[in-house]
């Protein structure tokens, strides 16, 4: 979880953005604690079964209904990677619950009831990823751990693709033998099943990426820009911004959600207008 060598290159609103990530475990524990205190966000994800906003982060996993979020099954995990791939069926990585007699490093753990329970699929005790990215049936991650992007088509045994010091990986135009990755130098790069690592040019400086399922690839800047483009190598444009530092970021074809140190907003206007639908630190 330790990022912050990551991000000099890139400014220092950035490491202060990521500074929150510098325990190995939860602040707090089940057995204390507000079950709205949302704190850091790692993961933002909409359950297509009934269209609900969860947010994952230090404190664990939180429903947001109603502007108001509630964490799931009273459980401080701190879950560092966080991507929903079906109906109630999530994928995650980080550090259990003080109160869970389990390895600091939790590896690729899957959920099918909305993270109510979690179950370990592999790497346990080995990969802390810090993202997560499903491209057909094939899953990419970063492990911070050992600083690589790997990649697994039955999610047990897993392939190393690149060394490297990444933040946010993001589908590259549906292609399943390749994902781009942000760099700590804020670069966008497309990266291959062989290793080899292409800049994308003209890209802005981005920290966190997304796709939606029609392919529009949507990016934040550390300092709250948001920027849209067709496709990789497309025109980007800069549509609006959000308020604070950006900690997450989820994009659908109909609505996106950017989480920063402020709030967890909200645009279904390809992110001219942005509303806070969450309040974090208040």
């Not at 190995?24 to 205190?37: F, L, M, N, V, Y």
């Not at 005790?125 to 050992?146: C, I, K, M, P, Q």
């Not at 060394?163 to 760099?183: M, N, P, R, W």
């Amino acid at each position: 979880m330790h990022r912050l060598p990551v991000l000099v290159a890139i400014s220092s609103s950035v490491i202060l953005l990521l500074g929150g990530c510098a325990s190995d475990q939860p602040e707090r524990s089940a057995a204390t604690g507000d079950d709205q205190q949302i704190g850091h966000i790692h993961g933002l994800g909409i359950d297509p079964a009934d269209g609900a906003l969860y947010a994952a982060g230090h404190l664990g996993v939180f429903k947001i209904e109603n502007g108001t979020p509630t964490r799931i099954a009273n459980r401080w995990q701190d879950t560092m990677a966080f991507t929903v791939t079906g109906p109630h069926t999530f994928l995650g990585s980080g550090h259990p619950d003080l109160n869970e007699d389990l390895p600091p490093h939790l590896g690729l753990i899957e959920s099918t009831d909305a993270a109510k329970t979690w179950k370990p699929l592999s790497l346990q005790g080995e990969a802390d990823f810090h993202a997560l990215e499903v491209v057909g049936n094939r899953v990419f991650g970063y492990d911070s751990n050992s600083s690589q992007i790997l990649a697994t088509t039955d999610r047990t045994t897993w392939k190393s693709v690149t060394e490297g010091e990444f933040i946010d990986l993001a589908s590259s135009s549906g292609k399943t033998d390749q994902v781009l990755a942000t760099t700590g130098a804020g670069e966008l790069v497309r990266v291959d099943l062989g290793g080899q690592t292409t800049k994308v040019a003209d890209a802005p400086r981005l920290v966190w990426i997304d796709a939606t399922p029609r392919g529009v690839l949507v990016g934040t800047g550390p300092d709250g820009k948001v920027y849209t483009a067709d496709s990789a190598t497309g025109d980007w444009i800069n549509p609006g911004s959000v308020t604070g530092q950006p900690e997450a970021l989820d994009a659908t074809d109909t609505v996106w959600h950017v989480a920063t140190d402020t709030g967890i907003y909200a645009s279904e206007d390809q992110g001219a207008t942005w509303s806070k639908i969450v309040e974090i630190g208040q």
